[in-house]
T-cell receptor, first 115, second 116 residues
Framework: AQSVAQPEDQVKVAEGNPLTVKCTYS??????LFWYVQYPNRGLQFLLK??????LVKGSYGFEAEFNKSQTSFHLKKPSALVSDSALYFC?????????????FGRGTSLIVHP | NAGVTQTPKFQVLKTGQSMTLQCAQD?????MSWYRQDPGMGLRLIHY???????DQGEVPNGYNVSRSTTEDFPLRLLSAAPSQTSVYFC???????????????FGQGTRLTVV
């Protein structure tokens, strides 16, 4: 079975400061990791993914994420937060288990960026 | 392209009623799935399909049925609505995973369902 943990329900940062949203995963086999963002009353939008290769992945809107195999983590980062980054962020993992690659999502982390 | 379209956007049902949530995508995606989103629970997979004529259960399938007669459509049926099915429902689609590609999912805007 595959699973994702987002240990923080909420992260608060000041505008201009760096932000980190944490994610750890558990899979048997190779993990394929994703971050999505959800704005109020909207569906999820894809930010970035790690499949293989470079552990640092760059995505949309200046976000990046670092894959750490030994710590089974895939934390989302941004060097300088914007108020408009305030949203709900979901980490997801997929793998070959069960014969399909349908992702499993974490519970989500609410990011609040204050002026 | 419209992407993933869900209808209706809002629905109120009485306990015991049945209804179908519609989902259509125009991207020729093989994979389609239904999730429910509840506070503090994240997204939980209800049912999914890897192609027309093929469906399978996810984490929380009880009380829901699906079918996939065409590539484009993946309706979710509530057989006898219960208050525990009050939730926001999201449909998602993606290309199939093939030769090392792991495409991202595209989501609809959701259906907010209340069962009273």
């Amino acid at each position: 079975a595959q699973s994702v943990a987002q240990p923080e329900d909420q992260v608060k940062v000041a505008e201009g400061n760096p932000l980190t949203v944490k994610c750890t995963y558990s899979v048997s086999g190779n993990p394929y990791l994703f971050w999505y963002v959800q704005y109020p009353n909207r569906g999820l939008q894809f930010l970035l993914k790690y499949i293989t290769g470079d552990n640092l992945v760059k995505g949309s809107y200046g976000f990046e994420a670092e894959f750490n195999k030994s710590q089974t983590s895939f934390h989302l980062k941004k060097p300088s937060a914007l108020v408009s980054d305030s949203a709900l962020y979901f980490c997801a993992v997929s793998s070959e288990s069960g014969g399909s690659y349908i992702p499993t999502f974490g519970r989500g982390t609410s990011l609040i960026v204050h002026p | 392209n419209a992407g993933v379209t869900q209808t209706p956007k809002f629905q109120v049902l009485k306990t015991g009623q049945s209804m179908t949530l519609q989902c259509a995508q125009d991207m020729n995606h093989e994979y389609m799935s239904w999730y429910r989103q509840d506070p503090g629970m994240g997204l939980r997979l209800i049912h999914y399909s890897v192609g027309a004529g093929i469906t399978d259960q996810g984490e929380v399938p009880n009380g829901y049925n699906v079918s996939r007669s065409t590539t484009e459509d993946f309706p979710l049926r509530l057989l006898s609505a219960a208050p525990s099915q009050t939730s926001v429902y999201f449909c998602a689609s993606s290309l199939e995973t093939y030769r090392g590609t792991h495409p991202e999912a595209f989501f609809g805007q959701g259906t907010r369902l209340t069962v009273v």
